[in-house]
């Protein structure tokens, strides 16, 4: 069975820390990986991963994917209030796309 | 440039009464659709997709169902709501597996 977890589940953190989140994946047919950031909304795209080792970077924001341990980390660098949301993480096998629960970030001010 | 449409934004329908969700992308040909739900503000749940014109896989069928009558419209449909049917329900499309999803802004079903 197809399998994508998130953890931590919930962070609350500082303006100003670094925060690492992180997606492990169990898939056949491993084609991407995607992040999202979801507020009171529709989530919004962040960053597409296909290779290992290859670091994605927006900003304070930054991701990498390990195809061999079957894992993603999410860095925010100086995190910010703005930053408080929840991040998805979502693996495409093929056509089929499969999310994890999500981790919920409040940044304390 | 691609943008997709998905309506009502909210929904309040009682027990037993039936559903209907309309989502279209504009821009593009082709492209793979789906419908997630998602109960409490976490995870996204997959609950349809296809990746053509009446192709639709189900991965939760239940007592909701999908229909794609044309390239670029999806409906995610019900005879008979129930109250664990309540969520936000979120439409999106891609254009393949080496592209990113595209999210429309969702609709707030609430079954009472």
């Known amino acids: 069975e197809d399998k994508v977890v998130q953890s931590p589940l919930s962070l609350v953190v500082h303006e100003g820390d670094t925060v690492t989140l992180n997606c492990s994946y169990e898939?056949?047919?491993?084609?991407?990986l995607l992040w999202y950031k979801q507020e009171k909304k529709a989530p919004t795209f962040l960053f597409m991963l296909?290779?290992?080792?290859i670091e994605k970077k927006s900003g304070r924001l930054s991701s990498i994917l390990d195809k061999k341990e079957l894992f993603s980390i999410l860095n925010i660098t100086a995190t910010q209030t703005g930053d408080s949301a929840v991040y998805l993480c979502?693996?495409?096998?093929?056509?089929?796309?499969?999310f994890g629960k999500g981790t919920r970030l409040h940044i304390l001010p | 440039s691609q943008t997709i449409h998905q309506w009502p934004a909210t929904l309040v329908q009682p027990v037993g009464s039936p559903l209907s969700l309309e989502c279209t992308v504009e821009?593009?040909?082709?492209?793979?659709l789906y419908w997630y739900r998602q109960a409490a503000g976490r995870g996204l749940q997959l609950l349809f997709y296809?990746?053509?014109?009446?192709?639709i896989s189900s991965e939760v069928p239940q007592n909701l169902s999908a229909s794609r009558p044309q390239d670029r419209q999806f409906i995610l449909s019900s005879k008979k709501l129930l109250l664990s049917d309540s969520g936000f329900y979120l439409c999106?499309?891609?254009?393949?597996?080496?592209?990113?999803?595209?999210f429309g802004n969702g609709t707030r079903l609430t079954v009472t």
């Open positions: 999106a499309w891609s254009q393949g597996y080496n592209s990113p999803l595209h």
């Open positions: 898939v056949t047919n491993f084609r991407s």
């Open positions: 296909t290779s290992s080792g």
């Open positions: 979502a693996v495409v096998r093929d056509d089929k796309i499969i």
């Open positions: 821009g593009t040909s082709n492209p793979n």
């Open positions: 296809s990746v053509g014109i009446g192709q």
